[in-house]
């Protein structure tokens, strides 16, 4: 799909506040109601749009406390690969993870309460994966920028 000037700047505006509606959006991009309605179900057919999510303030539910967590598998063999991403899954703590290259296999991003939940998570849950060789974790001080946009 070959996207045009309007689709990014439509597909901006949503990334900015999906709630907002056809007709708010129509007067934006100076196009009728149809016309956007039209654009944004394309997208979303041809999969641009993935999907549209509530982000939450993590203060609020007691999940401030951010860790990237480094990990290294003690061996590359599609086995430690496959065994650690399917149990990785299943970590309601971790939000992503990515292979990545580099002195470390994977990170992952981490959402906890505080130092005392995180520590529970290590020893209970993560370390009881197999295959891990070692981790590495990062804590935030403070959130400088987050975002979920692709400016287009």
């Given at each position: 799909?070959?996207?045009?000037?309007?689709?990014?700047?439509?597909?901006?505006?949503?990334?900015?506040?999906?709630?907002?509606?056809?007709?708010?959006?129509?007067?934006?991009?100076?196009?009728?109601?149809?016309?956007?309605?039209?654009?944004?179900?394309?997208?979303?057919?041809?999969?641009?749009?993935?999907?549209?999510?509530?982000?939450?303030?993590?203060?609020?539910?007691?999940?401030?406390?951010?860790?990237?967590?480094?990990?290294?598998?003690?061996?590359?063999?599609?086995?430690h690969v496959t065994t650690?991403?399917?149990?990785?899954?299943?970590?309601?703590?971790?939000?992503?993870?990515?292979?990545?290259?580099?002195e470390y296999d994977y990170?992952?991003?981490?959402?906890?309460?505080?130092?005392?939940?995180?520590?529970?998570?290590?020893?209970?849950?993560?370390?009881?994966?197999?295959?891990?060789?070692?981790?590495?974790?990062?804590?935030?001080?403070?959130?400088?920028?987050?975002?979920?946009?692709?400016?287009?």
């Amino acid at each position: 799909m070959t996207l045009d000037s309007v689709d990014r700047k439509l597909i901006n505006l949503l990334q900015n506040d999906s709630k907002q509606t056809t007709k708010q959006l129509s007067l934006q991009l100076n196009l009728s109601v149809t016309a956007i309605y039209e654009r944004i179900k394309k997208l979303e057919k041809e999969n641009v749009v993935k999907k549209y999510v509530a982000i939450i303030n993590k203060n609020k539910i007691e999940k401030s406390f951010l860790v990237f967590c480094h990990i290294k598998l003690i061996q590359h063999s599609k086995k430690h690969v496959t065994t650690f991403e399917r149990e990785v899954l299943k970590l309601e703590e971790v939000s992503e993870c990515f292979h990545v290259s580099g002195e470390y296999d994977y990170i992952l991003k981490i959402y906890v309460k505080d130092m005392d939940e995180y520590r529970d998570f290590m020893v209970t849950k993560l370390t009881a994966i197999s295959y891990i060789g070692s981790t590495h974790s990062t804590f935030t001080i403070e959130e400088v920028k987050n975002t979920t946009a692709i400016n287009i």
